[in-house]
């Protein structure tokens, strides 16, 4: 388990030895989804607190199982920055992402300016998806897979998302709960 406790975007200092730190001894959304990454083999659990994580470019992309929490959609927000508003998160074959209780916004690098899911699962819970462009959710395979990952969404809200379908799934399996 790690808890951010710093908005900022530093990487981690040492990278796989288990311990979210960066070289300002914080441990930051960056920091944790690399310590995540180097450590295969378990889910991995990010906890994030109330504040705004503010992204300058894109977050490493999640190649383990790693399941973020917010405190609560109004009171967690992911957003890219204004300076290239990159993409947030990108999940490639090999990793899974869970997001629960956290506003992803202000992405327009797509597909799937908020959450491109190449191969990779995704599960959105207790989610706000606003203000993305290039469609903000997307589950893209280019061929066939079976079984096929899957792109699950409960309890989210999308609202004011361009260019693109607000979520997209291709080859992928789509759940979608209220």
Partial sequence: VFTVDDPGEASDADT?????????AVCTLRAAIEQANALPGTAHMIHLPAGTFEQ???LPGITQDVAITGVSAVATI???SDAG???????PTGGALALVGVTLTNATNGPGSAVYA????VTLTDCVVTGNAGGAVKGDVL???????SLTIAGTTFSGNTGGAAVGASNYSLAVDG
């Fill in 16 to 24: 796989g030895d288990g311990v979210c730190a960066t070289a300002g």
């Fill in 118 to 121: 190449i191969g990779g699962a």
């Fill in 85 to 91: 508003h990159p993409r947030l998160f990108l999940v």
């Fill in 78 to 80: 992911i957003r890219s």
């Fill in 143 to 149: 061929s066939t897979v079976a079984p096929p990952p």
């Fill in 56 to 58: 300058g470019v894109s």
